[in-house]
């Protein structure tokens, strides 16, 4: 079983839908949740980062954490033809100098 | 401020070469991290230097594949006697400690024929 699974997509919604995008994660030592999305042939951008169990809103975008089900989501609300991108769910213990834990990733595609 | 920046942006090599991509991280991080992604994978990670501190190597997987930064400035990442599946972008990340927000470069994409 790989640290983190993500459901590769593609996700296809049409403009103006509710998406949610989730992880899942073996490790329970993993304090520090991210989302970053990343356009096509583009670095990672971060768009949410959180730390424990809870929920963070930041305009159209939700994230949420569930450490005792060791599960993380991204909602994004009204979402927009830019808003089509790959998201990278990631993860990291308490210590600062452990590397980051990527998801494969989620193809989103939101269609005008 | 300028970002992150990797060079070259593509790199096509044929099979049993070496190739050296670079890295410029945002002045002032002291954090720098190198992660491969492959197609249709998540990043895997690499190498993590901090300061003068000694890198974090335990992603590397082989000993084809090396990385050196001087200071807190450019990084290379050495791959020597490419396989083809070396082919994948490689990310180069920099933040201003360790524990902080990682920002990206856009990558070098490798293609080994």
């Known amino acids: 079983q790989k640290e983190v699974e993500q459901d590769p997509g593609p996700l296809s919604v049409p403009e103006g839908a509710i998406v949610s995008l989730n992880c899942t994660y073996s490790?329970?030592?993993?304090?520090?949740f991210m989302w970053y999305r990343q356009y096509s042939r583009k670095g990672p951008e971060l768009l949410m980062y959180?730390?424990?169990?809870g929920n963070k809103e930041d305009g159209r975008f939700t994230a949420q954490v569930d450490k005792s089900s060791k599960y993380i989501s991204l909602f994004i609300r009204d979402s927009q033809p830019s808003d089509s991108a790959t998201y990278l769910c990631?993860?990291?213990?308490?210590?600062?100098?452990?590397?980051?834990?990527f998801g494969k990733g989620t193809r989103l595609s939101v269609i005008a | 401020g300028a970002g992150v920046s990797q060079s070259p942006s593509n790199k096509v090599t044929e099979k049993g070469k070496d190739v050296e991509l670079r890295c410029d991280p945002i002045?002032?991080?002291?954090?720098l991290y190198w992660y491969r992604q492959r197609l249709g994978q998540g990043l895997e990670f690499l190498i993590y230097?901090?300061?003068?501190?000694?890198?974090?190597k335990s992603g590397l997987p082989s000993d084809r594949f090396s990385a050196e930064r001087t200071g807190e400035s450019v990084s290379t990442l050495t791959i020597q006697r490419t396989q083809q599946e070396d082919s994948a972008v490689y990310l180069c990340?920099?933040?201003?400690?360790?524990?902080?927000?990682?920002?990206f470069g856009p990558g070098t994409r490798l293609t080994v024929l």
């Open positions: 990340a920099s933040s201003l400690r360790g524990a902080d927000t990682q920002y």
């Open positions: 490790n329970s030592a993993f304090q520090y």
């Open positions: 959180t730390y424990s169990s």
């Open positions: 990631a993860m990291r213990g308490a210590s600062g100098n452990t590397p980051l834990v």
């Open positions: 002045s002032g991080h002291t954090a």
């Open positions: 230097f901090q300061g003068n501190s000694a890198p974090d």
